[in-house]
């Protein structure tokens, strides 16, 4: 088959439906009866078949080449790994909590000299207070049902369940906002952070701003972040992987970085500098801690 | 350093819990895969080495965070993946010139450079699913490294990369599509690129909203 003849053929959902992606979908059937009906299809689909097990098959012999981490590298990381240090042992629980049983014992963390239990849920709780419950007035107007209205509640179950809160590494003085500004990484060090009266500047309407009807709302992709516990996780993780003290929140901005969807997060670190710091939607997700996609100081 | 019987969970147990042993001996269980993971996706040695180290130290961080909704690998390798991923994006926002490849003597590519990613009596086809492969859009790349070279469940690739199941199949297949070409097992068809991988991801979330 030529490269004409394959043109006839969408390729792209050829693959699809060879590699499994339509299952489950109309589009399914749609390319088999195209595949059982049209000749390109057909020869492109046998063609196709045979070049994709092809290649998997090339993947799976370069994969099963062992790769042993050279020694020097696994040395150098060995060392960096047994020179970060661990953090100190919490004993006990602040505010009159519940007891510790058994259990909880053995489920123990350790905090930062600079961070509690009682401070992270805190923080979240301002934040939500401040800034979630705005969200979830926007997020009644445009999607009604949704569960940012009772993200304040949320925080608040959290703050009182104590234990599972992580641990504070940040504080909030500013706002939360979305106003879907496209940042960039190459201008990143240069962004500035969007006013806290969009009208002032003519900017979009601020998400939660006074007698101001919201024409913008979160991008569906970080919803998830809405919730103050997740919330909170991302910015925590966002502190740890900056790792320069106590950091202090300005804006958090439900937006975008290069083209995709991204919380930006302005702060100030505990050297005093300002950053910005663009994470993706998996934030504060076990195992993806910030979702940095990427980071800058200020001038 | 001794090793135990212990779990990877509980390894990380017992690091959270201030064992100063146990975070080391889950990376030395683990770090050949991991090294795997790394130097495929980035295939610069120091690069790969970088992003490892700086994964396992926001592991070692971040360990209390583990809910064990996952098992341990999994989460390890979504960080090590992530922080490969990030590299990936910084080194195309601040594109640098390769150093050819070919015709520098052995000891400078021991010291910097591509790894060798095969035994030599395949080094030839090694190179070229190598080169190959790091043409292919990231998201495909790392799709494929995880289920084709790495032999991991589509299922736990999705968690890993933290999307659905279905992208993880549309990537991998059209990511086949294109090495299939760069390979010689296919004569050219016109494929599209990231805006089919786009359609791709919409219509995978799609399937996965209506399941």
Same mark, same amino acid.
């Given at each position: ?299 | ?38 130097? *495929?996706?980035?295939?610069?040695? @120091?690069? =790969? !080495?970088? &992003? ?8 070692? %961080?971040? /360990? ?44 400078? *590519?021991?010291?910097?450079?591509? @790894?060798? =990613? !095969?035994? &030599? ?8 699913? %190598?080169? /190959? ?44 599509? *294109? ?33």
């Amino acid at each position: 088959m030529t490269g004409r003849e394959f043109s006839k053929v969408d390729i792209d959902l050829l693959a699809d439906y060879v590699g499994g992606a339509l299952d489950g979908t109309p589009e399914k059937d749609a390319v088999a009866r195209l595949v059982a009906d049209d000749p390109a299809w057909a020869q492109a689909h046998a063609e196709l078949s045979a070049a994709l097990a092809a290649v998997h098959t090339d993947l799976t012999a370069w994969g099963g080449a062992t790769e042993p981490m050279p020694a020097d590298i696994a040395d150098r990381i060995g060392a960096a790994l047994a020179d970060e240090p661990l953090r100190p042992t919490l004993t006990a629980m602040h505010g009159g909590r519940r007891a510790g049983t058994a259990s909880q014992a053995a489920r123990r963390r350790r905090w930062p000299a600079w961070g509690t239990p009682a401070a992270i849920a805190a923080g979240i709780a301002v934040f939500a207070g401040f800034g979630l419950s705005q969200l979830g007035g926007l997020s009644d107007s445009d999607d009604a049902g949704s569960s940012g209205a009772n993200a304040p509640v949320a925080a608040q179950d959290e703050a009182a369940a104590g234990a599972a809160a992580p641990q504070a590494l940040f504080d909030v003085t500013g706002q939360m906002i979305a106003t879907g500004q496209d940042y960039r990484s190459v201008t990143l060090s240069s962004a500035r952070a969007p006013a806290t009266d969009a009208r002032a500047n003519g900017d979009q309407p601020l998400v939660g701003q006074e007698g101001s009807k919201a024409r913008i709302s979160v991008p569906d992709h970080l919803r998830g972040l809405t919730n103050p516990g997740v919330l909170g996780s991302c910015l925590n993780s966002i502190a740890q992987e900056h790792n320069r003290g106590p950091t202090t929140i300005q804006v958090v901005d439900f937006a975008r970085y290069d083209g995709n969807p991204a919380l930006v997060v302005f702060f100030t670190d505990g050297n005093g500098e300002r950053w910005v710091w663009a994470s993706g939607p998996a934030c504060g997700q076990p195992g993806s801690g910030a979702d940095t996609r990427g980071s800058a100081a200020l001038g | 350093m001794t090793h135990s019987t212990r779990s990877d969970a509980e390894l990380l147990r017992a690091h959270v819990d201030g064992d100063r042993h146990a975070f080391g001996e889950l990376f030395h269980r683990h770090r050949d895969r991991l090294w795997a993971v790394a130097i *495929r996706t980035l295939t610069d040695r @120091e690069e =790969a !080495a970088d &992003a490892l180290q700086d994964a396992l130290l926001n592991a070692h %961080r971040s /360990a209390h965070r583990f809910r064990g909704d996952s098992a341990v690998t999994t989460w390890l390798h979504r960080i090590v993946v992530n922080a490969c991923l990030d590299r990936i994006r910084r080194r195309q926002a601040h594109p640098t010139v390769p150093l050819p490849d070919s015709g520098r003597p052995d000891d400078e *590519r021991s010291v910097r450079g591509v @790894e060798p =990613a !095969a035994p &030599a009596t395949d080094h030839d086809t090694a190179l070229d699913v %190598r080169q /190959a492969l790091s043409q292919l859009p990231e998201e495909q790349r790392s799709a494929l490294i995880l289920v084709d070279v790495q032999g991991y469940p589509v299922a736990e690739a999705a968690v890993m990369l933290g999307v659905a199941e279905g992208t993880i199949k549309s990537r991998c297949a059209r990511g086949r599509v *294109r090495l299939a070409t760069m390979l010689g097992h296919l004569r050219n068809p016109a494929t599209s690129s990231r805006v089919g991988s786009s359609k791709a991801d919409a219509r995978a979330a799609k399937v996965e909203e209506s399941k």
